[in-house]
C-alpha cells in the first residue's frame, strides 16, 4: 500500500459535520486496501480567527506545504455576512490558501446520479445522461485584483484583472481534460464588454489551435447561464474564469440535484485540495441534516487525482451510488416526486457509506 500524510481543515458550519465524513471514507478505504494514510487538523476561518485572529493561522499553511493532499470542508460565519464593514473576514483564508499553494485549476464536476433524476427541480427529461467538467480558473481575476475605497467611503471598486499566463495554463489543463471525455469544450467570458474577457478569449483561441481534434465553442456568460438550464447535455468541458465560474457552477448543483452533491478538485503547482463547492450553510448548521455526499465525494477525487488511486476512488462513488439507490437520502435530495425515500441525517447517511464500502 501507499503512505499519505492528509491535512484536514473542517473550518465552519457544516465544513466540521460533513468533512468527518469525508475523513471516515479515506481511513475506510485505507484500511480495505492496506494504505497507510495519517491524519492531521489545521484550523481556517471563524474557528481559526477565534482561536488566533487570523483566518489562515501560519501553522495550518505550513501543514497544507507538508501534506500529500488536503481535505477541506467550508468557512463562513453569518457575523461576517451581516456586517459588511469588519475587517478580518473567514473568507480571507481561503482565498490566501488558494493563492499561496497555486491551486490556479479548480475542478468542479457535474455528475447527476441516476438515482437523482427526480431530486432536481429540473425536469427529468432534460437531465438525464448530463455529464460536464467546470474548469474554474482558482487564482486571478476580480477576486484578486487591487481593491480600493476611498477615504469617503462612498466609492469602491475590484479591479478585475488576468494575465496571458494564468489562462493559458488552464486552459491548457481544461483541453487535455477534453480530450479524455468527449472532446468538447466551452469557453465562457464576457468580452463582448469586458477587456479582461477579450484577452480570455484571444488567449483560448490561440490554446485551441493546439487541440484541433476538441470542439472549441465560445459563449457569453449571461447566455451559457441560460443554456446550462436550458440543455445541459450540451456541455462537456466548461472553461471560465474565477468570478463566473463561482456563480456558474452554484446554478450548475442544480443538474446533480443538490449543492450538497458538488465536489471539487483544486490543483496547480504543488498540493491538491479536495473541497464541497458548498459554504458553511449557515441555515443548517448545527441541524446534523447536511448531505455529507460532497465531501464524500470531494475524497474520492482526492484519491484519484492526487493519489493515483482510481480503484479506490471508483469504490467510494459506487458506495455512494449504491446508498443512493438503497433510497436513502438527505433532505436537501429528497424525491420531490414520491414518498417512497429514507430521509435520514448527516451522521445517518454517512454511516450508510461506509457499510456500503464494506
Ligand atoms: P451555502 O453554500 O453555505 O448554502 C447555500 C444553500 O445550500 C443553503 O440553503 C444551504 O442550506 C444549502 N446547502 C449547502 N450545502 C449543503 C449540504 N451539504 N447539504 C444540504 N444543503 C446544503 O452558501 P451561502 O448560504 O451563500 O453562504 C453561507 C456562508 O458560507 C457564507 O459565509 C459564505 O461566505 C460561505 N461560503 C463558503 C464557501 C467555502 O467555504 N468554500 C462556499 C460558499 C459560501
Ligand atoms: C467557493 C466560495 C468561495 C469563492 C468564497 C467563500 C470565497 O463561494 O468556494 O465557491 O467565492 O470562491
Ligand atoms: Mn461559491
Redesign the pocket.
Known amino acids: 500500500g501507499v503512505e499519505k500524510k492528509i491535512l484536514v481543515i473542517p473550518g465552519d458550519g457544516i465544513g466540521q459535520e460533513v468533512t468527518a465524513w469525508g475523513q471516515k471514507v479515506l481511513t475506510t478505504i485505507a484500511a480495505n486496501f492496506n494504505h497507510t494514510f495519517t491524519f492531521e487538523e489545521g484550523l481556517m476561518g471563524h474557528v481559526a480567527i477565534e482561536a488566533t485572529g487570523d483566518p489562515l493561522p501560519d501553522e495550518t499553511l505550513q501543514k497544507a506545504r507538508s501534506a500529500d493532499a488536503i481535505l477541506f470542508g467550508a468557512?463562513?460565519h453569518a457575523k461576517y455576512d451581516n456586517d459588511p464593514t469588519l475587517k478580518v473576514r473567514p473568507?480571507q483564508g481561503?482565498?490566501k490558501i488558494r493563492k499561496e499553494l497555486g491551486l490556479y485549476a479548480n475542478l468542479r464536476p457535474i455528475k447527476l446520479f441516476d438515482e437523482l433524476l427526480e431530486a432536481s427541480s429540473i425536469k427529468p427529461e432534460i437531465l438525464r445522461g448530463a455529464d460536464i467538467l467546470f474548469f474554474r480558473e482558482l487564482t486571478g481575476d476580480v477576486y484578486f485584483g487591487e481593491k480600493k475605497r476611498t477615504e469617503d467611503r462612498n466609492t469602491a471598486s475590484d479591479l478585475m484583472i488576468y494575465h496571458r499566463y494564468e489562462v493559458e495554463r488552464i486552459a491548457r489543463k481544461a483541453y487535455e481534460a477534453a480530450r479524455t471525455r468527449r472532446s468538447k469544450l466551452c469557453s465562457v467570458d464576457k468580452a463582448n464588454v469586458l477587456e479582461a474577457s477579450r484577452l480570455w478569449r484571444e488567449v483560448v483561441q490561440e490554446i485551441a489551435k493546439e487541440y484541433p481534434d476538441v470542439e472549441t465553442e465560445h459563449m457569453f456568460i449571461d447566455n451559457a447561464a441560460m443554456q446550462l438550464i436550458k440543455d445541459p447535455k450540451r456541455f462537456d468541458v466548461v472553461l471560465t474564469g474565477n468570478l463566473f465560474g463561482?456563480i456558474l457552477t452554484d446554478e450548475a448543483s442544480q443538474i446533480a440535484g443538490s449543492m450538497g452533491m458538488l465536489a471539487s478538485a483544486s490543483v496547480g503547482d504543488q498540493v491538491g485540495f479536495y473541497e464541497p463547492?458548498h459554504?458553511s450553510a449557515h441555515d443548517i448548521a448545527g441541524k446534523g441534516i447536511a448531505n455529507p455526499l460532497a465531501s464524500i465525494l470531494s475524497a474520492a477525487l482526492m484519491l484519484d487525482i492526487s493519489f493515483g488511486l482510481k480503484m479506490e476512488s471508483q469504490r467510494v462513488i459506487k458506495a455512494v451510488e449504491a446508498t443512493l439507490r438503497q433510497g436513502y437520502r438527505t433532505m436537501d435530495i429528497a424525491n420531490k416526486h414520491t414518498v417512497n425515500d429514507f430521509i435520514m441525517g448527516t451522521d445517518a447517511m454517512g454511516a450508510k457509506v461506509l457499510e456500503n464500502l464494506n
Do not use: S, V, W, Y
Open positions: 468557512i463562513g473568507e481561503l482565498l463561482d463547492i459554504g
